[in-house]
Each structure stands twice: as C-alpha cells, then as structure tokens.
C-alpha cells in the first residue's frame, strides 16, 4: 500500500497477504526525496519477494457522500480559546460501553475502536476527510459529493458490520449501536449513496512469500 500509495481494496493478491508478516530492513540513501521513497518501495519488493504485478479497472461498490434530507446534523467548526488545552475529562463510559468524552481532552479529532464498538469525536474535519475516513471503515471508495466547505465538529458513533447484531432491543447492548451507513445518516445528518464504479487495481500476479534475506 505504501509503495503503490493504494488503498487496501486496490489491492488483488494472494489471502496471505492480510495474515504474514516480515522484517525488513533497508538503507534509503542519503538525500532520497519523499517522492522516490515509493519507487524504492517498489524496487525492494520486486527484488526480495520477485513482486509482478499489472493495473486493471475494475467495476466494484463505491459511495458518494450526500447531504441527506433534512439537511446535516453538524456544527461548523469552533476554535478554542487560546491557552493551554483543556485537561481531559475523568473517564466515564455511556450506555454502550464508550467513553462519553474524547480520551485525550478536547480540541483534535480522536477515535476509539473495538470489534463491536467505535466511537469518533471529529474537530475541525473537512467533508473530504470524513469521505476518506468512511472509505478506510467500508474498505470502499467513498466521494465527497455534500458540497460543505467548511471545517465540521461532530461526534460519530456506530458498531462495525462484523458486530453481532442484537436480538432485542436492549440499548445497553454495544451491538444496538447502528451500522456505519445508518450512523452517518441518523447523527450526521449525511448519507451514503451506493452505486457501480470504475477502481484501479493494482494485480499481484506473483509474489514469493518467502523473500530473499536481509
């Protein structure tokens, strides 16, 4: 990912990809810019695991970020007096398990995450950034498309799709917390429209899973 600068679902390879694991060490050269560390990235893959890959187009889910009827349900950004931060709050948990109040004290964007729970207090967030945000959770791509320009302050709760959902309908069960499309919609204020588009993968047509040695 780092290398090819992708996200993980342009990425078509082999399962074992997302379970092993390796050390690897390389020397970048002195005065290598930022922009040659990915080719060099790709270099030492091609060259210790014998790395072939080729690009496609593939047709996949992709979501556009819409502002939902009824208008959104975010405040614009509000700065915080100058001065040292705030101290964070004394740590209290709600009803779902969650902490009520950003762990590491107000004033930037934080996030707490479980299997079956999560939790993200945003401070002074673009719409892009929350489309970039909701891309890596949906591992889709994700568009801002709501036309707000400005910078946003929200809280963001909801369980992950691999949470199991509840029987009842206890609220005091993290599993009653709503799925990441429906959060958005219901606390934001923001919808999630599905549809077909084009992603460009990148296909790994051979890669040796045990590589040359440092």
């Known amino acids: 990912m780092t290398a090819y600068q992708l996200a993980p679902y342009q990425i078509s390879g082999p399962a074992w990809l997302d379970s092993s694991r390796f050390d690897v060490n390389a020397k970048i050269p002195e005065g290598a ?32 970020l819409v502002v939902a009827k009824g208008g959104p349900r975010i405040r614009d950004h509000v700065e915080l007096p100058p001065g040292p ?22 004033g930037k964007t934080s996030t707490v995450m479980t299997p079956d729970r999560a939790r993200l207090w945003a401070y002074a967030e673009t719409m892009p950034q929350l489309a970039e945000m909701l891309s890596g959770q949906l591992a889709k791509p994700v568009t801002d498309s709501t036309e707000l320009k400005a910078k946003y302050d929200f809280v963001l709760s909801w369980a992950p799709d691999s949470a199991p959902r509840p029987s009842g309908d206890a609220a005091s069960d993290p599993a009653a917390l709503p799925t990441l499309l429906a959060a958005v919609q219901e606390q934001l204020g923001l919808k999630l ?4 588009g084009p992603v460009a993968i990148l296909v790994i047509d051979h890669i040796d899973k045990l590589p040359t040695e440092n």
């Open 33 to 64: 810019t930022k922009a040659q560390f990915g080719p060099m990235l790709q270099n030492l893959l091609a060259d210790r695991f014998k790395l072939v890959t080729h690009r496609e187009t593939k047709q996949m889910t992709v979501y556009d």
């Open 85 to 106: 931060p705030p101290a964070p709050a004394k740590l209290e948990m709600d009803a779902y398990g969650l902490p009520a109040s950003p762990m590491f004290g107000a």
């Open 193 to 196: 429209e599905p549809k077909k």
